[in-house]
């Protein structure tokens, strides 16, 4: 009986050295597939690798996987501007870059998640259309997730963050230009957008001067759309909630004013706002200062 | 690795300034006047004798969006089976022809004028400048809490022939 138990322990310590240097080997045999180019025999490999209980906590196996999947993405899936294939990259390069402890990988991995998430910067770049928008927001919301893992410095960070939503808001704004009553939504989008913007730099002239255009140009739609036979108690209605806006127009417009003076569509703007706020005065008075400039 | 380089071109052209026409807020006073103008249409009578041929409405003075924009109501509305025609007027004696002149701001100092040239007929006059109602328009455009409002003078409308409804008179400023 104490034969017989020695020799299952013994069965299961044999078996377990043999599955532990078979996951070994196959992290081995996913690098040599790599090297040769057997993209498909590398992956099988280390993503059998990654699973089992003896290679999940290796460091140096995820980076073989993280390297793996970017090389099939720069191989096959560039084009790809949603490619799941390089989420695993980023995923298996992070992994590989909180458990390696020996810390064999990591500015490689570092240098490799930089290196993709820019990718995912550049795509969801050229993915700002009324078309695609959705892919640029979401791989916007990756290349933040990444990009600050590997240079957690938000300084650096702040530019490309207040350019993607004053691009992302000038996006929006177009969606909303093209169906007014449909698409109000993005009309809210595109003010949340710039309100980020403006969380990041308050100083931010084209978030400033943007966010006063939104709110002006709804107040006068507002006033355009309605129908001649509107009453003159509708009417006043319509005057109050566009004076509203135009209201709520004015300090961004005010800001981007004492930020450039001498913008000329900001001059614009301000002498078309007060103009609706029937402050003509103060409409000329902008409206004098376009046409000097203009001279 | 291949360097790759962030590619700022195309969120710099999307960030680009929108920019106002600059006749949008005009266009939009002009379209609240012109809905004003369109209601005084239906809360005001004019004697039978004014019910033929085109509704004139005449604008003295030079607004541009003004006139856009009463042509444009023109093309949909109607005065009962009237249809509206719109004037530029120039001269004060041209006023005589019309079921509304409209006195522009710049050339209110010609109201006495147009008063002389409609006197006997049945002509709404419409000012845009403080303290005209009381000067013998008979609705102005006033500007209260940035709001354009109406002031109404009930006698002014009378004195042309013409019946004002309650409801107009009750929306708006009554000066006497």
Redesign the interface.
């Known amino acids: 009986m104490l034969k017989l138990r020695r020799t299952l322990i013994f069965g299961i310590l044999l078996l377990m050295g043999f599955v532990s240097n078979a996951q070994q080997s196959k992290v081995t045999a996913a690098y040599t597939f790599l090297q040769q180019g057997k993209l498909d025999s590398a992956k099988a490999n280390i993503d059998a690798a990654v699973v089992h209980p003896e290679t999940i906590g290796d460091g140096q196996a995820w980076y073989i996987r993280g390297f793996v999947y970017k090389t099939i993405y720069n191989q096959t899936e560039k084009a790809n501007k949603e490619s799941k294939i390089r989420i695993e990259a980023l995923i298996s390069f992070k992994k590989s870059l909180s458990i390696d402890t020996a810390q064999e990988n990591v500015q490689e991995n570092i240098k490799n998640i930089k290196y993709l998430a820019t990718t995912l910067y550049n795509d969801a770049a050229a993915s700002l259309d009324t078309i695609d928008y959705k892919i640029a927001v979401k791989n916007f919301d990756i290349f933040r997730e990444y990009y600050l893992l590997v240079d957690p410095s938000k300084e650096n960070f702040k530019r490309k963050e207040i350019d993607f939503a004053n691009a992302i808001a000038t996006v929006y704004t177009r969606i909303y230009e093209g169906d007014r009553k449909g698409k109000v939504d993005f009309l809210n989008l595109a003010k949340a957008a710039y309100n980020r913007a403006l969380a990041f730099d308050p100083n931010n002239i084209n978030a400033n001067y943007n966010m006063g255009i939104l709110y002006y140009n709804q107040a006068v739609n507002l006033i355009n759309q309605s129908d001649y036979d509107l009453d003159i108690v509708a009417l006043n209605d319509v005057q109050d909630n566009s004076i509203n806006l135009f209201k709520a127009s004015l300090p961004f417009m005010e800001k981007a004013y004492s930020l450039d003076p001498n913008r000329k569509e900001t001059l614009l703007g301000l002498s078309g706002i007060y103009f609706s706020l029937n402050e003509k005065e103060k409409s000329n008075e902008f409206k004098q200062k376009l046409e000097q400039i203009g001279k | 690795?291949?360097k790759?380089?962030?590619?700022?071109?195309?969120?710099?052209l999307?960030?680009?300034?929108?920019?106002?026409p600059?006749d949008?807020?005009?266009?939009?006073?002009a379209?609240?006047k012109?809905?004003?103008i369109?209601?005084f249409t239906k809360y005001i009578e004019w004697p039978e004798t004014y019910k033929e041929g085109n509704f004139v409405v005449g604008v003295l003075g030079t607004s541009i969006p003004l006139v856009n924009e009463l042509n444009k109501?023109a093309t949909?509305?109607t005065v009962g089976t009237q249809k509206f025609e719109i004037k530029s007027v120039v001269s004060p004696s041209e006023c005589a022809k019309c079921h509304i002149v409209y006195i522009l701001s710049d050339n209110s100092a010609q109201l006495p004028d147009v008063l002389g040239k409609v006197k006997g007929k049945s002509a709404l006059i419409v000012t845009d400048k403080s303290g005209l109602a009381t000067k013998g328009s008979a609705i102005n455009f006033f500007?209260d809490?940035?709001?354009?409002k109406?002031e109404l003078n009930k006698s002014n409308i009378e004195k042309y022939k013409l019946k004002v409804a309650s409801t107009?008179v009750e929306?708006s400023v009554q000066v006497k």
């Open positions: 690795m291949k790759l380089v962030f590619i700022f071109v195309s969120v710099m999307l960030s680009s300034w929108m920019v106002v600059a949008q807020s005009e266009e939009a006073n379209k609240i012109a809905i004003y369109y209601n109501m949909s509305k500007v809490g940035n709001k354009q109406i107009l929306m």
